[in-house]
Every structure is written in structure tokens, then in C-alpha cells.
């Protein structure tokens, strides 16, 4: 089984509109959406959720009314302001002190302080991931709660999802949408990959964040292609691109013009390869054999 992961420097780049596109000519694939802070490959894909767990990215500290006696210790220790006077009373005070989740880091001082052993360190719930069907097979993603944290943990598990599913149904190959940036749930979508996919644009943007993509994929030893969207907006940048994609020892399997048909797609809920057999649709199958042939 061969691992394909699509990233970019930001996000708007079109990537997951490739990605579904090469969902759509993957003849034995499984697919995992690891863009969990901003998961959008669903829209295209319309999953049918067969399988729905809660995901626990760490702990958060939690009050126990009946227990607090009010003495305002583990407000004055918590440096993130997240306990406050606001919970119910019980027989010894009128109000009892309560932890906001948004605000707890989950240092668990205010666990190890308290005086009467009112407060546990409990498993906190960031987000859900799910396994479903598609019209392209199997696909594993989530979605990550509002103003939640630890991405990159539950990238690895949608990565480990997705491979388990790729090797018990012997899939050809895992792809994978991954998050744009350098940051830690890119780390965890990359590491191990077969071949990066960077997806860029001809801006001057585009060209430092493929700049920062490349040091971070070289690091990891892995081969890094790349895709130019919306070429025609600049070709002078698109030329400039190619050339420093050149000089970090990258290759350019595809430069894609600028198309109303990657918008009209999405609004229909479709691939570019179900909403078009034009030119665009042309130039994503040649830079889909050229990525299976890259890939080995």
C-alpha cells in the first residue's frame, strides 16, 4: 500500500478540490481527512457515517460541588483564570467554585492544591471522529471541537484508522487530505508518507510557504511533488516557482489554470472529474498518473 498526502502552505490553496478529484480516479483507495481543524472533504465526498467515537486529546480538572468548601485556593493557583465562584451551593456554602473547560489547560495544579481532594483530573472531549462509506470507498475523518486542541494527536489516529481499514479490505493506496501550514497536525500527517503532494499558487505567498514545505518534508526524507494552481494568475510567478521547486530538488507535476469549475464542483457536491471532462479535468488525470507513477 502506497501513502499519497496532499498539503499546502495555506489553506484556499485547492487542495482538498484535487484531493477529491484523485479520490475520483483512485480505483482501490482508502481516504482520511487529517484537516481536522477546518475538516471540509465531507462536503465533496457526502460520507455515510457507519462508525461515530468521541476523541480524548488530553484532561481538564472538574469541580466536585458536593465537595468544595469555598476556599478559594484553587482559583488563586490557577494562572489561566479558569476557576471562578460560579457553581452551586451545597450544605456548607451558597455557591461553590466551578472550572471553565474553554479556558483549563489542564495543568492539574489546582488537582494537586486543593485541600479536600474536590477536584479530579477527568478525560476531556475534543472533538469526534468517524468512519464511513463514500462513492470512492472507505474514508476516516473527524471533526475537531470549537476552540480545542491536541490536531495532531487525533491526526495520528485517523492515520492509523485509515491504514488499519487499507490493510484488512488490501487497498492500493491510502490518500490523505492533509492541513496546510507547518505545524504540528502536518508533522503528523506526513511522517512515514510515501509522497507529499505541496499544492501552492502563484503569489509571492505561495512561494515562501512552498519555501517552509520543503525544508519540513526534506527533514522527514520524503519525496515532495508539487501542484501549481491557478498557473495563469501570474506566470511569471508560476515560472519563478517551478524554478525554485527545481533548485530544492522538487518536481512540478502539474500546473492547473485558474477554473470557475473547482467552485461550481463543490457547490454541486462533486469531484472536478464528475462535474467536467474539459481541459481542467484533463490536466488532473495526467498529474494523477504522473503521482501513481511516482509513486511506484
Same mark, same amino acid.
Given at each position: =500500500? ?35 481543524? #477546518? ?7 457526502? !460520507?455515510?457515517?457507519?462508525?461515530e467515537q468521541d476523541f480524548s486529546g488530553g484532561k481538564q480538572a472538574f469541580i466536585h460541588p458536593e465537595k468544595c468548601i469555598g476556599c478559594s485556593k ?13 457553581? !452551586?451551593?451545597? $450544605?456548607? &456554602?451558597?455557591?461553590?467554585? /466551578? +472550572?471553565?473547560?474553554? $479556558? ?8 494537586? @492544591? ?6 479530579? @483530573? ?7 471522529? @468517524?468512519?464511513?462509506?463514500? *462513492? ?14 491536541? $490536531? ?6 485517523? *492515520? ?5 481499514? %487499507? ?5 492500493? =493506496? ?12 502536518? &508533522? /503528523? ?22 519555501? *517552509? ?6 527533514? @522527514? ?9 491557478? %498557473?495563469?494568475?501570474?506566470?511569471? =510567478?508560476?515560472?519563478?516557482? #517551478? ?9 512540478v507535476i502539474g500546473k492547473i489554470p485558474y477554473d470557475e469549475a473547482f467552485t461550481k464542483a463543490q457547490i454541486m457536491k462533486a469531484t472536478l472529474i ?9 490536466? &488532473?488525470?495526467? =498529474?494523477?498518473?504522473?503521482? +501513481?507513477?511516482?509513486?511506484?
Amino acid at each position: =500500500m502506497k501513502e499519497l498526502v496532499v498539503i499546502s502552505g495555506k489553506g484556499g490553496t485547492g487542495k482538498t478540490s484535487i484531493t477529491a478529484a484523485f479520490a475520483s480516479l483512485a480505483q482501490n483507495a482508502v481516504l482520511a481527512d487529517c484537516d481536522v481543524d #477546518a475538516a471540509d472533504l465531507h462536503l465533496v465526498l457526502s !460520507p455515510k457515517i457507519k462508525q461515530e467515537q468521541d476523541f480524548s486529546g488530553g484532561k481538564q480538572a472538574f469541580i466536585h460541588p458536593e465537595k468544595c468548601i469555598g476556599c478559594s485556593k484553587c482559583a488563586k493557583m490557577c494562572r489561566f483564570d479558569a476557576i471562578t465562584l460560579n457553581g !452551586p451551593g451545597n $450544605s456548607l &456554602i451558597a455557591k461553590t467554585y /466551578a +472550572v471553565d473547560p474553554v $479556558s483549563c489547560e489542564g495543568c492539574k495544579v489546582c488537582v494537586e @492544591f486543593c485541600p479536600v481532594h474536590a477536584i479530579s @483530573f477527568e478525560a476531556a472531549i475534543n472533538g469526534k471522529w @468517524f468512519i464511513s462509506d463514500t *462513492r470512492f470507498g472507505p474514508m476516516v475523518h473527524a471533526k475537531l471541537g470549537i476552540a480545542e486542541e491536541n $490536531s495532531g494527536k487525533l491526526v495520528t489516529l485517523i *492515520r492509523k484508522e485509515a491504514k488499519r481499514i %487499507a490493510q484488512e479490505q488490501k487497498k492500493d =493506496m491510502l490518500i490523505i487530505d492533509g492541513s496546510p501550514g507547518i505545524g504540528c497536525p502536518v &508533522i /503528523a500527517s506526513i511522517t512515514g508518507a510515501d509522497a507529499v503532494l505541496v499544492v501552492t499558487e502563484p503569489t509571492l505567498s505561495g512561494k515562501h510557504d512552498l519555501e *517552509r514545505v520543503a525544508q519540513l518534508t526534506a527533514n @522527514f526524507g520524503i519525496k515532495t511533488l508539487v501542484c501549481i494552481n491557478k %498557473a495563469d494568475i501570474n506566470s511569471e =510567478m508560476t515560472d519563478q516557482i #517551478a524554478r525554485d521547486a527545481d533548485a530544492l530538488g522538487l518536481k512540478v507535476i502539474g500546473k492547473i489554470p485558474y477554473d470557475e469549475a473547482f467552485t461550481k464542483a463543490q457547490i454541486m457536491k462533486a469531484t472536478l472529474i464528475e462535474y467536467t471532462g474539459g481541459s481542467i479535468s484533463e490536466r &488532473i488525470r495526467t =498529474m494523477w498518473q504522473e503521482l +501513481v507513477y511516482q509513486l511506484g
